[in-house]
């Protein structure tokens, strides 16, 4: 039989229990050397962890899959080509908002099909005039309803403008197109005869966007929505051990 050292207190099966409390507690050693008695933390913490992470797995869940799916449902991507440098280099990849003709404004660059031109494929071009605008372009210089318009972006060949000038009334639900590189760009300049080069604005498909705070946000949602699902995930294993660590049942 073990002999408690001189002076020591005799340990006993009891030691630490308090009547009224149930069985005494275990004492738990963890990797670091902390000592927790889990008997003294009842299940409602770890309970209460299970809570909040299932809560956070669930709110991170929905709100990725709320971002992807409206990115998804509002928004795709085009190729840009030759025609619409320097706003958009050849071959960069150009993310537009799936819109109707109704929300097309002078200068935007839209995503249109028309059937029998370019083959009936999509193609990308900025909106200079609606239907009713007079629209007069000459050497370089363009109105919109006598209003000059200053075109910054606007690309011409070295020795200058060398389109032919255009004088044309839009029709109504009509729109007018021309691209950024006025010297490569196979716009409305070159149908003049099938409704002075204008396009319906039905046949819009999708406008670039001004900017990339929408997608700026969507993407942020997303990865929050990844750290709450983890975060979440963390807090239910934590919640499902037997012991807790020492660092959570301090909490």
């Avoid at 097309?104 to 605008?133: E, K, N, S, T």
């Avoid at 007079?134 to 060949?157: F, Q």
Wanted: glycine share 12%; hydrophobic share 40%.
């Amino acid at each position: 039989m073990a002999c408690n050292p001189p002076g020591a207190h005799p340990r006993t099966a009891t030691d630490g229990y308090r009547p009224g409390h149930g069985t005494a507690p275990i004492d738990e050693t963890t990797s670091n050397g902390e000592t927790v008695q889990s008997r003294n933390h009842p299940p409602v913490r770890r309970s209460r962890l299970l809570v909040v992470g299932a809560a956070l797995m669930a709110l991170g869940l929905a709100a990725a899959a709320g971002a992807l799916v409206s990115f998804q449902m509002s928004y795709t991507s085009v190729t840009a080509r030759g025609g619409m440098e320097p706003t958009y280099r050849e071959g960069m990849r150009i993310v537009m908002e799936k819109a109707g003709g109704t929300a097309v404004r002078h200068g935007d660059v839209v995503l249109f099909a028309v059937p029998g031109r370019y083959g009936g494929l999509p193609v990308l071009q900025r909106v200079i005039g609606l239907g009713g605008d007079h629209i007069v372009l000459a050497d370089g210089s363009l109105t919109v309803n006598g209003r000059a318009v200053s075109e910054p972006y606007v690309k011409w060949a070295d020795d200058g403008p060398s389109a032919p000038d255009i004088d044309v009334t839009v029709p109504p639900d009509r729109m007018f197109l021309l691209g950024d590189n006025r010297a490569n760009s196979n716009d409305s300049r070159f149908f003049l005869d099938e409704d002075a080069g204008t396009v319906p604005t039905a046949a819009v498909l999708g406008r670039a966007l001004p900017d990339r705070s929408t997608l700026t946000f969507l993407g942020l949602t997303v990865v929050l929505g990844v750290l709450s699902c983890v975060g979440g995930g963390v807090c239910a294993v934590a919640g499902r051990r037997r012991t807790l660590p020492a660092s959570f049942l301090r909490a």
